[in-house]
């Protein structure tokens, strides 16, 4: 009986904290192995969402890694949450070409490590819909050091 309500609670708690989708688009052409590994560190910073999961759903955030950056981004920037109307959309990108030239010699980890921390900022300026910083991952600026840090 109480294994039973177990279950039951269970299941109830899981569907009230489903997993937040990200839609990842690697326009950068990342390699598998360096994209794998990203997803994976990605996952272990789920920050508000509680739990992510990769899939192209309908309310997903889009992920998109791009090579270049594009549109007004300031020179040093690693990421950007797309805004419209004061909102801030689920729609991230990552600078992957200014993110591992930071890192220099990082290694593959390094690089996925750094490059998912990237996406967790973005990620929490999605959740608090707030363009300002705070701490932490929130820092308004991270440096090579903070970004493969394993925390
Ligand atoms: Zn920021």
């Not at 688009?25 to 994976?40: K, P, V």
């Not at 010699?105 to 390094?110: I, K, L, R, S, W």
Request: hydrophobic residues 45%; charged residues 20%.
């Amino acid at each position: 009986m109480v294994y039973m309500r177990l279950l039951l609670l269970a299941a109830w708690t899981a569907s009230m904290a489903p997993a937040l989708d990200l839609c990842v688009r690697n326009e950068a052409g990342l390699d598998n192995g360096t994209l794998l590994l990203t997803m994976h560190h990605i996952r272990q910073n789920p920050g508000k969402a509680g739990r992510l999961s990769f899939a192209c759903s309908a309310s997903a955030v889009r992920v998109t890694f791009a090579a270049h950056q594009e549109g007004p981004h300031p020179p040093d920037a690693l990421g950007a949450t797309r805004s419209a109307g004061g909102k801030i959309l689920p729609d991230i990108i990552v600078f992957t070409r200014s993110v591992l030239q930071m890192l220099g010699e990082a290694g593959v980890d390094g690089q996925a490590r750094a490059l998912a921390k990237v996406v967790a900022h973005e990620l929490s300026h999605y959740f608090r819909q707030q363009r300002g910083h705070d701490e932490g991952l929130d820092k308004p600026f991270l440096d090579a050091q903070e970004l493969i840090a394993l925390r």
